[in-house]
């Protein structure tokens, strides 16, 4: 068995569906034998931080209100019927928090698992992912047990000294990871190539993140360089909305052992910039996360506009005015709905892409990996 869950790694992922469940008054906890029956060989094969994630999610979804409201101590099993996962837990009210404590006892990956406790039978991948934090933190797997990113995620930034020597230690470790992101490059290039089959009208671009930005997120803005998850991204890029949504439904279906994390753009969700129309998948290729956009050709190519707006904006205090959000909400809904854009002199308003992320994106050195007309 490979890619055994590290302490550490339980540790991120109770702390991210804890601030999930948080929200309807449910403590998350896994036991001590949690860990070790995680990478038990008796599972046959590795359960994965992907389905541990996705089946937790699923139970939000389905039956976190139901918890929620859990009068009395209770024994149940929550159940994942496409992976065979079985995780039995104890869920019971504590009444000095107020809260509902739901512990994981222990997991297991076996078919036709028996028990006498009411069952918590889950979809194998919940459409959406509610939680965004979990998606922002969850880290690399391979660079979260590097001891040279563990120093650099430890280093405080107090001196222009200090910023210097960070950033020689950054640019010697990614020299050090530019063989093995261009092996996730070209894994995640021929996956994408082939989940594209049978498609038309669809561009797909790749990129692997610069060494600026990189520097730029964890020098300047104190991120972590392990929960880095876009060192190498892609874009998918569809004629028609319908034919994105279908891609997309498909190939969650299809890959879920690589599925780290995902997010549909809906309408209404983003109240300052309006952004919506888009999807946004984590995978997980030998250990590094992959981030994945899929959208209209549209879409995509709108975004000057945008970039100038959350530019301009983003310093303010509380964001966009009035003005600067109107006009970007106006930009995203025309161009959700595949009509032209003009401004009243007549010229052609372009939009950026996605206003969370658009401060260390360079579109145009995104390289076209395959194209169908």
Known sequence: MSDK????????????????????????????HFLDRINDPRNEKQITISEL???????????????????????????????????????HHNRKTNNIEMAAKTIMRKKNFKTPNKVLQVESFKTYIRNQEILNEMPNPVMIRDPKVIGLNNLQTKSPEDIE????????LYIDYLPLLATVKSKFESKIRNSLKGFHGVKFLSDTKSLESIIDKTVYRKKQLSSINDLVRGAVLMQKKSDADSFVKDFLSKNQGIIAGYEEKIRGQDTMYGYFG?????LNINGIIVELQVMTSKLWKYKEEAHVIYNNSRSKPGGADKFDSYKSNKIFKIANIHE????SNGQEITLSFDVDELEDMDYESWEVVHEIL
């Open 53 to 91: 994630i996705n089946i937790y999610n699923s139970l939000y979804d389905k039956f976190g209100i139901k918890i929620s409201k859990t009068p009395e101590e209770v024994e149940e099993v929550i159940k994942s019927i496409s992976t065979d996962i079985n995780i039995p837990v104890n869920i």
């Open 165 to 172: 020597k960070i950033k020689q230690s950054i640019t010697a």
């Open 340 to 343: 032209s854009l003009h401004e």
């Open 5 to 32: 869950i590290s302490r550490i790694q339980l540790q991120v992922i109770e702390k991210s569906l804890d601030k999930m469940f948080a929200k309807l008054g449910i403590d998350v906890g896994f036991s001590g």
């Open 278 to 282: 888009s999807h946004h998948l984590d």
